[in-house]
């Protein structure tokens, strides 16, 4: 019956491992339920002597899983995703300590995985670069975003090679079987040439200190046969990768040349001083995965930025904005209980492991992932318990079985919690949702709905603006106030500035009307090709005229950066003036390639002008990053959107779904 306990449970871990991978989604219930079976049948039969890294790991989880939160719904999903997490490690860990034969299995299953897992990678690489080729270009650094094997992101995927690495060195020390050896030494170059190929600042800083630390730790040992052959092997492949890709190679080391490298920069920067300002209200934090929500309300004016990511600038700033200051000691005490495990053990083969745990965490300092992925949460977990495989097996007792009833309970109280808030308390998904359906028929409910959802979610701004929108205009110029503040704290908030310019066009004043506009435009060109602005030069082509007056006056007296003159050039395109557009278009092409709806207004102008060849190249290249390397689609020409209510929405009802795990019906009209 063990036996066969164990070997279910191996394969519930290979399949934890590789569900991720290929778009199977975290089995929140049923998968982690069987975890919770396997762990506790098998805890019945022998303990886990838990080390000091154990009890700190279960120490953070404990309190992110009782910490306050200002949005339960996205933070009770994440929780019982990192649960399942944590059941996963702990029942790896029993393995490693009871079943020899079944982590024999295990490493070599793990090898099998990764080395599949690399080879399909770095087919994905070959299929970019075929691509950035086909457009036309000879440097692979601007169109990073568009490498994504099996539909991870490069920067997620370039810090999972770190921890696929160590999971192979493991494999290599701790297995028996040649064949596997040789399978784990193979899967290690792959890895090795896609991490270089990552272009990642962050991953070549990890990999110079990595290295550093390598030779100083290894010193003694560097130059015995076995690894002069590796060893050399291993830097004959770096230099060929450098060879061949030195331009790219280049660019990043230099590691703020490029447009892109200054606005990664600069927006990382910006996001400093939002842990400061996020602990003096919330000294516990605001919750586990309410990042994106914190920021969205605490980043004001110039530093917010055009693009959106759902990253923080490193692990600290993650968890202090989510677990406030208790959060960021448990964090840094699992940190420390690593190193402190490995000064106590004092094992030659543990410092190998640990220097790609430690060039893994020092990644997580440019590019905060391990709260975010699963799939780089679980490849972490899993080399940290192979870090503690040479634990000291400490057989139990028959009196202290009960506590192998711990897993099952703690997921029942999980299970109970998460049911009754979401089924029980209405989560301010449904409440949001419910205040648009009562918004025409019954204001006073919609409201109601509105005030009980800002109660629960206090950092979504976007309520008070719902609740601006529809509450009686008793007093104008006190909502005109407030509203014009919302616009200056959140100036990237089209759906706050469109309410304004509709505010003043009511109340006549059309030259304030027509400022907002202009500014509405200028945040989202696809404004002009909406019914809504044909209908304007229609029925009011005086207003329309204002309106195109005060864009060129903008234009004239502000100087532009690259996105502002890449908008610029949407805007002349849909005014008319080909030349222009043209000019401004060229421009942005040279200094940031990687903007596809560029190509696809060059592509415009130039079929206008007969150069059909060249339009079907830059229409190739527009196609080509908007729909992915794997799409056989050359020419594409995304859709005109029409109407202006679905362009007005689309930024909130983008975050809505990331906050709320539900989509945003009824769009207020």
Known sequence: MEKIMNRIACCLLVFMFLMRFFYVQDPYFICTFLLVICLTVCLTRKMIKLTIIDLCLLLLWAYIGIGSTVNFVGSAYSFITLTSNILYYFLLRYIITYDKKGEQSLLSSFTVCIAVLSALAFYSFYLFCVSVHEMGFSSLYDFRFLYKPLGVPNNEWSSLQWLFGGIITAVYIYNENKITKGIALLSGAIILCLALVSFSRGIYLAGIVFIILLIVLERRKLFERKKIIIGGGYCLLVLVVVCLYSTEIKKTLHGNETVSQQRSTKSRINTFQLTTDVLKEYPFGVGLNNYTLAKDYYLHGEKRVDSYTSYAANSFLKIGIEGGYVGLIFYILFLLSIVYYLVKA?????????????????????????????SVRLSALTLIAFLQKEEIVIVQRSNIKILAAIPCLAWICVFYIFRYNCNVNHDVARLVNQSMAYR????????????????????????????????????????????????ELYPDKLLFRWTLYEQYKQQHQLENAAT??????????????????????????????????????????KPLNVIELAKWGSIALQLGKNDLALSYLNKVSKQLPNLSRVWFNLASILEKEGKLEQANLYRQRGSIMELGVFSKDRSYMPPVEQDINKIINEQYSFLFNLWYNENLKNEIE
């Open 346 to 374: 004092k094992k030659h083969n543990l410092w190998l492991l640990f220097l790609f745990l430690f060039a893994f965490f020092l990644r997580e300092q440019t590019f905060s992932t391990f709260f975010d992925s699963s």
């Open 440 to 487: 025409k028929v019954n204001i006073p409910k919609a409201l109601t709905c509105i005030k009980q959802a800002q109660l629960k979610n206090p950092l979504d701004v976007h309520l008070a603006y719902y609740e601006y929108c529809w509450s009686e205009k008793e007093n104008a110029v006190h909502n005109e106030d407030k509203l014009r503040k919302m616009t």
């Open 516 to 557: 907002e506009l202009r500014s509405c435009i200028l945040q989202n060109p696809r404004i002009l090709g909406t019914s809504f602005w044909k209908e304007l030069n229609e029925q009011e082509p005086g207003f329309a005229e204002l309106v195109v007056g005060r864009l060129l006056k903008e234009k004239q007296e």
